[in-house]
């Protein structure tokens, strides 16, 4: 649950963040000039991220039952409760300044921002909380269709506040442009495999012509580092069934394991299943394991 809320908390972080980004006072509150505006297009944005998560949140299962309120995570970002003078003085400390057991409010509000401005560039987070919510939607039960155009939403504010411009553009025309928006339908699975396909086409620009990126560095033995960044990421590339279990959420058994699917099995079996396209049937679950 501390993963899933951190990850949505993050997605509302989302900004053109060539032009406003939430590690800096302008995205939080105005100055003392004229507005720009920007705090409020902030806030509404993330009203209406948090909207789009709140009718995806998959409240069917016993520990995500309920969803902590939009006004309680404005709480733990601290920062929209800050005033514009307030917040530059904040962003005027350093971390020497203030260490953790300093609870000054400058210095509460210095690591506010810190933490605000780390989540804005930790993308992972933001495509872990989409493929979190379209896997995890109850099974043998039609989405509704809030939560269908809540699906198709998302990629339209991915089009526009995603916080690179690169990822911007890529996948506009690289997922958008390829793959359209998300499908009308109302098969979960379909939404899945969507969002998994959509992944994989922007992970793949990514990690073919982006330079200096930790992917690029593992291409044909190309780092200059002593770092083997290929040790912690995933492969850009990630088959529907290994995204599928990755994703899906289990409750773990009395051992404190995992009971998902075998992976090493996973490769060599089909996928039984069902007539609703994409996901495996019950007894095919059971036995992936034995």
Sequence with gaps: PAYALESLMTTMLL?????????????????GGASSGWPKRMTDLRKNIYKLFDVLWPKHLPKFATLTSFEEIQKLFGLPYATYKSCTQANKKTDAECPIENKSKLCVLHRQLVHAATLSIQPNKVWSIIHWVMTNLEEDKDMSLDQVEASRAIALIMRDNFWCNDCRGFFDT??????????????????????????????????????????????????????DYGKYQNPFFV??????????????DENGECPALCEDKLSKKKCNRTKKRGRCTKDYKKKMCQ
Excluded at 22 to 31: E, I, M, Q, R, V
Excluded at 184 to 197: C, V
Excluded at 239 to 252: D, F, G, I, S
């Design 174 to 227: 690289g997922v958008l442009g390829v793959l359209g928006y998300p499908p009308k339908s109302t098969r979960a699975a379909d939404h899945e495999h969507y969002w998994n396909l959509g992944h994989n086409q922007a992970s793949e620009h990514v990690a073919t012509t982006r330079g200096s990126h930790p992917w690029i560095m593992q291409l044909a033995g190309q780092s200059n580092t002593m770092l």
């Design 15 to 31: 900004s053109p963040g060539e032009i406003i980004s939430a590690g800096t006072c302008d995205y939080w509150s105005d100055g």
């Design 239 to 252: 088959p529907y069934l290994q995204a599928h279990t990755q994703w899906k959420q289990v409750e773990r």
